[in-house]
């Protein structure tokens, strides 16, 4: 079969690997930016674009918004980026402040629309195309979410709208006042974290009472054309070079049969790493977090890379460490 992203189905003509861009901008404070991080953007971008990548991701509180504003800055001196690429940014997390130093979250109407204005002045652009509200909010009224997305669409501000770290009730509850759907949904998902698979495998079974992983979002995203897309999909880069003298005998087994399978179909290890997620009949959109280009270029390799139904498996069995139910 073909694979179609659900984000098509919307609209969207974008790439399945996400360039995640909170690497950009130097480091997590509010240093001025310099003429290296932006070479740095200019290049992590060239790499992507160079493997087919279209879409780019953001959030607002990345690099405590420089990560935003020196995309902006790539965007200002290559304006015709602008209508080759899908951009999308979040938001929702308040990060402390003098007047309050706790991190926070807030869906409110006036923070959403508040967001978005910072977000499109860093970005030096008109319209996002998809924004993602980043972590659910307990205090969130779904009315008053509909209410700022209305008027951002109203106003040509946002084109679509999404989550982030959402389960399917609260996705659920939230569609029930909007009048568009949402487009996708933004979870940690990868060879280390299994637990969305787990899920699925431990139904009736005793193992599945430790399940921390909301039982039926994928199936509700995948039912409602919501694309699933996976944060941290290279695990930190756990088994696909970083050094393992530290970790579990897990790790390093599991390390070993990505380094073994890579080898085997003359591709990268991140290539093998990846092809896990895009193996999945969800269509997951991997959103890879390094901004080093050889790593970005690496990560284009899995392209080329399928596995067989008895691979992906003997992956997971040997990085979840244990044999199926």
């Not at 694979?3 to 909170?22: D, E, R, W």
């Not at 509700?220 to 393992?244: E, I, T």
Request: charge should be negative.
């Amino acid at each position: 079969m073909s694979k179609i992203l659900p984000l098509s189905q919307h609209g969207f003509t974008a790439s399945q690997l996400v360039l995640g861009c909170m690497g950009l901008g130097g480091a997590w404070n509010k240093d001025p930016l310099t003429a290296e991080h932006l070479k740095q953007a200019h290049e992590a971008v060239d790499a992507a674009l160079s493997i087919g990548i279209n879409m780019f991701d953001h959030a607002n509180i990345y690099k405590v918004g420089k990560a935003e504003k020196i995309f902006g800055q790539v965007l200002k001196e290559r304006p015709e980026l602008r209508d080759t690429i899908v951009i999308q940014s979040k938001c929702g997390i308040r990060q402390g402040t003098d007047d309050y130093p706790r991190t926070r979250f807030d869906f409110s109407k006036e923070h959403i629309l508040s967001s978005v204005d910072d977000i499109l002045a860093r970005l030096g652009i008109e319209k996002l195309d998809i924004l993602l509200l980043h972590r659910p909010d307990p205090l969130a009224e779904p009315e008053e979410v509909a209410e700022a997305f209305h008027q951002l669409k109203a106003s040509g501000k946002v084109g679509s709208l999404g989550v982030s770290n959402m389960s399917e009730g609260q996705m659920k509850l939230l569609q029930a006042y909007l009048d568009e759907p949402l487009v996708a949904n933004q979870l940690e998902l990868s060879l280390l974290k299994l637990d969305w698979l787990d899920s699925v495998v431990h139904v009736n079974q005793e193992a599945g009472k430790k399940s921390s992983f909301p039982e039926g979002t994928i199936e509700y995203c995948r039912l409602n054309k919501v694309q699933l897309q996976a944060w941290s999909p290279l695990a930190k880069g756990l088994f696909s070079g970083k050094d393992l003298s530290q970790e579990s005998t897990q790790i390093k087994e599991t390390a070993a049969l990505v380094a073994r399978l890579a080898e085997e179909k003359d591709t990268t290890r991140e290539a093998i790493v990846l092809a896990f997620l895009m193996r999945h009949p969800s269509n997951i959109q991997p959103v890879i977090g390094t901004v080093n280009p050889e790593r970005i270029i690496a990560c284009g390799e899995v392209g080329k890379v399928t596995l067989t139904r008895e691979e992906w498996y003997h992956l997971y069995i040997t990085s979840r460490g244990s044999e199926m139910p």
